[in-house]
């Protein structure tokens, strides 16, 4: 059975005392800010904000928000918070590093204004153009516009021919190219090339999160909200959960002096 994360707290606690440090990760959407209507209104909440500054400059924590969101998007809707680092579009929207050939963009460019043209009048779907990848919205689609809206998306994903793949997340079906991995593989490459020997953390509430769970097995994952099954360790109930999480994490990390030291 699946446990809550917070009315397990001494067993967490006891695996950051042992860890030399953390590498968190998080969602951000339905995560740290709680899902809205209208995603340009998103904000996160306060107190996992207070707590994650605090976690941030904290030298035993590496803090990342990895989202399906453009990175410049979670700037502008975060601010700049010193020692954390945005990963946009799923993990690929990183301009330390990630290069994507010419004929890649282009076939998602095409496939993207394929489907806005054989979708045109379908009333609460919504296509955002993220560059390398493109998203579906259809959190204000009746289960008619959205059923028709999905066959149409299938149909335009099939023609590319195993170049693209659709991804459900939270009312939305995000579209990656083969080359974007996905979250796990984004979170799983940071946190063994850079910090092999932190414990991973991971929160993050929808299925663009599954392959982040199966990918950090061996460190502390949540899933946030009721859907089962998952792939994560534990649950939280829902963003402020979260931030009670981040504020005892916060102090736990502040109190424990680094086993190595
Ligand atoms: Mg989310």
Redesign the pocket.
Known sequence: MIRLLLEDWSAVERRLREAAGVALFL?????LAPLTGDPRQASINREARAALTRLASNPRVRAWVISGRRQADLRTLMGTIPGLTYLGVHGSDDPSKVFFRREVLDTVAQTRRDLASRLNGTSGVQIEDKGIAFAVHHRHAGEAEAGRALRLLEKVVEQREGALRIVPG?RVWEVLPREVRGKGDAVRRQWRLHYPDTLPLYV???GT?ESAFAALTEGITARVGAVRPTRAHYTLRNCAEVARFLRQLEQEMRRTPSPRS
């Open positions: 969602d951000f959407d339905g995560t939270d993050g509430n929808d999160d």
